[in-house]
T-cell receptor
């Protein structure tokens, strides 16, 4: 596919469980971003990768959240010991290298923690 | 720190009427500003962006926005609303670290 894809589209889990959310960026895009969008709010930045390394992880809310991008393409956002407050839509975006290149967003993963 | 404020969480206009969605920004450096649209159950799509140069920016679907430094504003307009314009609209600014700071969004409804 030509766009950013995210899987799963929906994830329901129980409080305290571990979840992984996957993002496939546009082929060739070196920059990858994760955002979280709570109901009725705009997306909030979580973490930014340039290649394989996390260039900026200042948006991760706490140490239960972790993201990896081991080969500089696919990224996984991992949430440990989920809490009800983690329920949100998690958005992934990718862009070509360089400041201010357009970020292309995926459709998101809706996470519900019961 | 950079931020954006969107005035009005919900705007309703009649089909064919002017659309005006308000956005004010705060930035200590020349800002790069964006408007994104989010249709139900779809991803965010870039409508238009301002970086440098011409202050009136034209985007897709007939939308445009004007960067006014003196007013720290970047309001989004469309002369004539269409039913298909119903969506959530987000104003945003990009930081020097390449992360986007979004406003809280404005839901646009179109009355027949």
């Amino acid at each position: 596919g030509a766009g950013v894809s995210q899987t799963p589209s929906n994830k329901v889990t129980e409080k305290g469980k571990y979840v992984e959310l996957r993002c496939d960026p546009i082929s060739g895009h070196t920059a990858l971003y994760w955002y979280r969008q709570s109901l009725g709010q705009g997306p909030e930045f979580l973490i930014y990768f340039q290649g394989t390394g996390a260039a900026d992880d200042s948006g991760l809310p706490n140490d239960r959240f972790f993201a990896v991008r081991p080969e500089g393409s696919v990224s996984t956002l991992k949430i440990q010991r989920t809490e009800r407050g983690d329920s949100a839509v998690y958005l992934c975006a990718s862009s070509a290298e360089g400041f201010n290149n357009e970020q292309f967003f995926g459709p998101g993963t809706r996470l519900t923690v019961l | 720190a950079q931020s954006v404020t969107q005035l009005g969480s919900h705007v309703s206009v009649s089909e064919g009427a002017l659309v005006l969605l308000r956005c004010n920004y705060s930035s200590s450096v020349p800002p790069y500003l964006f408007w994104y649209v989010q249709y139900p159950n779809q991803g965010l799509q870039l409508l238009l962006k301002y970086t440098t140069g011409a202050t009136l920016v034209k985007g897709i679907n007939g939308f445009e926005a004007e960067f006014k430094k003196s007013e720290t504003s970047f309001h989004l307009t469309k002369p004539s609303a269409h039913m298909s314009d119903a969506a959530e609209y987000f104003c945003a600014v990009i930081t020097s670290a390449s992360k986007i700071i979004f406003g809280s969004g404005t839901r646009l409804s179109i009355r027949p």
